[in-house]
């Protein structure tokens, strides 16, 4: 047997030379860990609609959304035993109440951390307008006019957290080594011109895309992902099919899976159930259960654990909770979306 030596030595070295290197520590972790939605299986965490993720890779821990209710995300977070003074930033997806009202929670922990959030015109996280944009007339006299006549340079509007720590993010933007945030705008009825940003983070397994309601369409999102790195590793979050028809939504899992190729799929918060249940017959044990309270890890060995056994499925009150929400709410403009079609296609 001792011909067989030299041939493990080379495989020995072989493998250490195309082994992935890592740029994080060996003991940072590299995990997804879902801290707010309306289904999970966690009893020391309470269920409701909305979203919030902590990201953990690369040595970075971001925080992403911070959903519904400051009250039931703090809950949440002392549950996971999440440390929220050490994050290195927090993502705010869009302006839905959904997924920003944990902020309160967030800045009286730790007020100065770095918030990225979309750039809207007199958004809530606040703008500014060189004053140019007004027109003027030079006729009036000063107390008609803006600023008596002599208006600031820059006008700038106030945010509703004032003492936040924001950077307006306006277009697709790096925000550090291989982690980029992709902003896109949305074009549906009930939710146009609303700005969102979705979280691309560059392994070397692949791309991870976390999305928060996918108000711009996910396809759309996927489509700029790609073009970052088309192999994409993983996507979790909301993809905000839950009253999209049957056609819509397999058309949206046919360009996930046939398109681009998406590896695995961990979808979440408005994703709806009739997509849950397509997705998981398209992707079998490439679809990672992500409800409340799941930790996925990310890497080489994304979703194993999932995979060696089945994933667990919805429970019965987690299908109530949903049913209960989707009949008291409209969290995103969905139903009012509706009926503009409906009196669309009334015309
Ligand atoms: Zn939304
Ligand atoms: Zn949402």
């Given at each position: 047997?001792?011909?067989?030596?030299?041939?493990?030595?080379?495989?020995?070295?072989?493998?250490?030379?195309?082994?992935?290197?890592?740029?994080?520590?060996?003991?940072?972790?590299?995990?997804?860990?879902?801290?707010?939605?309306?289904?999970?299986?966690?009893?020391?965490?309470?269920?409701?609609?909305?979203?919030?993720?902590?990201?953990?890779?690369?040595?970075?821990?971001?925080?992403?959304?911070?959903?519904?209710?400051?009250?039931?995300?703090?809950?949440?977070?002392?549950?996971?035993?999440?440390?929220?003074?050490?994050?290195?930033?927090?993502?705010?997806?869009?302006?839905?109440?959904?997924?920003?009202?944990?902020?309160?929670?967030?800045?009286?922990?730790?007020?100065?951390?770095?918030?990225?959030?979309?750039?809207?015109?007199?958004?809530?996280?606040?703008?500014?307008?060189?004053?140019?944009?007004?027109?003027?007339?030079?006729?009036?006299?000063?107390?008609?006019?803006?600023?008596?006549?002599?208006?600031?340079?820059?006008?700038?509007?106030?945010?509703?957290?004032?003492?936040?720590?924001?950077e307006l993010i306006d277009k697709t933007t790096?925000?550090?080594?291989?982690?980029?945030?992709?902003?896109?705008?949305?074009?549906?009825?009930?939710?146009?011109e609303l700005k969102e940003l979705s979280l691309?983070?560059?392994?070397?397994?692949?791309?991870?895309?976390?999305?928060?309601?996918?108000?711009?369409?996910?396809?759309?999102?996927?489509?700029?992902?790609?073009?970052?790195?088309?192999?994409?590793?993983?996507?979790?979050?909301?993809?905000?099919?839950?009253?999209?028809?049957?056609?819509?939504?397999?058309?949206?899992?046919?360009?996930?899976?046939?398109?681009?190729?998406?590896?695995?799929?961990?979808?979440?918060?408005?994703?709806?159930?009739?997509?849950?249940?397509?997705?998981?017959?398209?992707?079998?044990?490439?679809?990672?259960?992500?409800?409340?309270?799941?930790?996925?890890?990310?890497?080489?060995?994304?979703?194993?654990?999932?995979?060696?056994?089945?994933?667990?499925?919805?429970?019965?009150?987690?299908?109530?909770?949903?049913?209960?929400?989707?009949?008291?709410?409209?969290?995103?403009?969905?139903?009012?979306?509706?009926?503009?079609?409906?009196?669309?296609?009334?015309?």
């Amino acid at each position: 047997m001792t011909f067989l030596a030299p041939l493990l030595f080379v495989a020995t070295i072989l493998i250490a030379i195309v082994a992935p290197v890592k740029a994080a520590a060996p003991d940072s972790k590299s995990q997804i860990t879902i801290l707010y939605d309306a289904f999970g299986t966690d009893p020391s965490m309470t269920k409701d609609w909305g979203f919030s993720a902590l990201v953990e890779v690369a040595g970075k821990r971001i925080l992403f959304d911070t959903g519904n209710d400051a009250d039931i995300f703090a809950a949440n977070v002392k549950a996971k035993g999440v440390d929220l003074k050490t994050l290195d930033s927090v993502v705010l997806s869009h302006r839905h109440s959904d997924h920003m009202s944990g902020l309160n929670y967030v800045l009286s922990v730790n007020p100065t951390v770095k918030i990225y959030a979309p750039k809207e015109g007199f958004g809530i996280y606040g703008s500014s307008l060189p004053s140019s944009f007004y027109r003027k007339d030079e006729t009036l006299p000063p107390e008609m006019r803006y600023y008596g006549g002599a208006p600031p340079q820059i006008m700038k509007f106030g945010a509703a957290w004032g003492a936040a720590n924001f950077e307006l993010i306006d277009k697709t933007t790096e925000i550090a080594p291989g982690m980029t945030l992709i902003a896109l705008v949305s074009d549906s009825p009930g939710t146009k011109e609303l700005k969102e940003l979705s979280l691309a983070v560059d392994t070397s397994e692949g791309l991870v895309l976390l999305v928060g309601c996918s108000h711009p369409g996910i396809e759309k999102i996927v489509e700029a992902a790609a073009a970052i790195n088309p192999k994409i590793q993983l996507i979790a979050g909301g993809f905000h099919l839950v009253v999209a028809a049957d056609d819509v939504i397999a058309k949206a899992v046919a360009t996930l899976k046939e398109t681009y190729k998406v590896e695995s799929i961990a979808p979440g918060h408005c994703t709806g159930e009739p997509t849950f249940a397509a997705l998981k017959r398209a992707f079998g044990d490439r679809y990672l259960y992500a409800g409340l309270g799941t930790t996925l890890s990310l890497g080489p060995n994304t979703g194993r654990e999932m995979r060696r056994g089945e994933a667990p499925t919805l429970q019965q009150d987690d299908l109530t909770t949903y049913r209960r929400l989707a009949r008291r709410e409209d969290p995103f403009g969905v139903l009012q979306a509706r009926s503009l079609r409906a009196k669309g296609s009334q015309l």
